[in-house]
């Protein structure tokens, strides 16, 4: 079964910090990644994506991702942490299953404090 | 230009009764998806809708679920004689195709409350 796991219930960095936010997944063939951000009593925002090529992902705001196949993982990083950066991160991954539907698949989600 | 919107954006109901939630997705968006959010299962999905397709409806909880996509825009989903463990954020997503590149691009949300 496919799967996306974050290890992390939260994460804690202080302002300037450099910050990763874990993520491992499991799926058959090459996975398709992604991260959103949701900020309080908001949708979620996507941040950046891992289709095919470089395995070092540039987003919105600073962020980036590296993919890890030998790993199966998919952290978040940002080498400098905002305390605006505060918010809950979900990663996941796109259903690859029979059905075809694009559905994503979605970690329990990470929630980021940043501390001034 | 604009996003996917919801409505409404807050909605309380009592125990037994119907809803309607509604999401206008992005303008040439084809794809459209229904996902629930909720504190002990996550982010979960719901439902799919691309272009005139039948929907995949796999991932609805139950019968008393359902949704519809009018003219391959608007889309409401209905809960009918809601239960308090359908309490959750309601949120929809679009993309312009289901194709796996593209993101998808979600609403607010609508936070049912069943009393």
């Known amino acids: 079964a496919q799967s996306v796991a974050q290890p992390e219930d939260q994460v804690n960095v202080a302002e300037g910090n450099p910050l990763t936010v874990k993520c491992t997944y499991s799926?058959?063939?090459?996975?398709?990644l992604f991260w959103y951000v949701q900020y309080p009593n908001r949708g979620l925002q996507f941040l950046l994506k891992?289709?095919?090529?470089?395995?070092l992902v540039k987003g919105s705001y600073g962020f980036e991702a590296e993919f890890n196949k030998s790993q199966t993982s998919f952290h978040l990083k940002k080498p400098s942490a905002l305390v605006s950066d505060s918010a809950l991160y979900f990663c996941?991954?796109?259903?690859?299953?029979?059905?075809?539907?694009?559905?994503?698949?979605f970690g329990q989600g990470t929630t980021l404090q940043v501390k001034p | 230009g604009a996003g996917v919107s919801q409505s409404p954006s807050n909605k309380v109901t009592e125990k037994g009764k119907d809803v309607e939630l509604r999401c206008d997705p992005i303008?040439?968006?084809?794809?459209l998806y229904w996902y629930r959010q909720s504190l002990g299962q996550g982010l979960e999905f719901l439902i799919y809708?691309?272009?005139?397709?039948?929907?995949?409806k796999s991932g609805l909880p139950s019968d008393r679920f359902s949704a519809e996509r009018t003219g391959g825009s608007v889309s409401t989903l209905t809960i009918q004689r809601t239960q308090q463990e359908d309490s959750a954020v309601y949120l929809c997503a679009s993309s312009f195709t289901r194709d796996s590149y593209n993101e998808q691009f979600f609403g607010p949300g609508t936070r049912l409350t069943v009393l």
């Open positions: 996941a991954v796109r259903d690859k299953g029979s059905s075809n539907t694009g559905k994503l698949i």
């Open positions: 809708f691309q272009g005139n397709s039948a929907p995949d």
């Open positions: 891992y289709i095919t090529g470089d395995n």
């Open positions: 799926v058959s063939g090459n996975p398709y």
């Open positions: 303008s040439g968006h084809t794809a």
